[in-house]
Structure formats: C-alpha cells, structure tokens
Nanobody, 115 residues
C-alpha cells in the first residue's frame, strides 16, 4: 500500500516562494514517475510537473522557469520548489505516484498566493 504525505503549503505574497515536499511509503518509489498536480477554485485538476524514475522532467507552460521538481530516491521524497509565485498559482497541490499505469494520490496541500 502506497501512502503519500504532502507538506509545505501555506500563504505567501505574490513574488514569494514555497517549497512543497511529498514523502512516499513503500518500495516502489524509485521505480515510479512522480508528479505534482493542482486544482484551483472552480477548475479541473491539472498537471504541474513530473519527474521520471531516471530524472527526466516536464512542466506545464504556466510554471516553466518558475517551478522546479526534484526527487531523492534514498529518502522516498519528491519536492516542488515554487518561485515567483502568482495569485493564479493558488490551488490545492497534490502529489502523485504513477507505477505500472496506476495512480496514487496524496491528500493535498493548500497554496494561497495573495496579490
């Protein structure tokens, strides 16, 4: 059973930074693609960033150049460094683990960016 626990959300002013972390249980982390998704008020959940087991990354156009995803396979953690935050980044951010086409989700952490 995979469990994902996010931390690091909060309230920040526009232009500020936050760092989200996700800790995964189990032994499949290093073989999994990890991702961060978000769901803003009244919006559908959308992909923010992903990192494969080999370290390849991909970002949504809206966060490219501002956010950085990284992983530590020794600690079973994935991190999202968010810089130059904008009010439109306000959302619940979810950690995702994908292994053999099966998704696992964390409970989400709220990020609020004030203007």
């Amino acid at each position: 059973q995979v469990q994902l626990v996010e931390s690091g959300g909060g309230l920040v002013q526009a232009g500020g930074s936050l760092r989200l972390s996700c800790a995964a249980s189990g032994s499949i982390f290093r073989f999994s693609t990890m991702g961060w998704y978000r769901q803003g008020p009244g919006k559908q959940r959308e992909l923010v960033a992903v990192i494969t087991m080999t370290g390849s990354t991909n970002y949504s156009d809206s966060v490219k150049g501002r956010f950085t995803i990284s992983r530590d396979n020794a600690k079973n953690t994935v991190t999202l460094q968010m810089n130059s935050l904008k009010p439109e980044d306000t959302a619940v951010y979810y950690c995702n683990l994908n292994f053999i086409a099966t998704d696992h989700w964390g409970q989400g952490t709220q990020v609020t960016v004030s203007s």
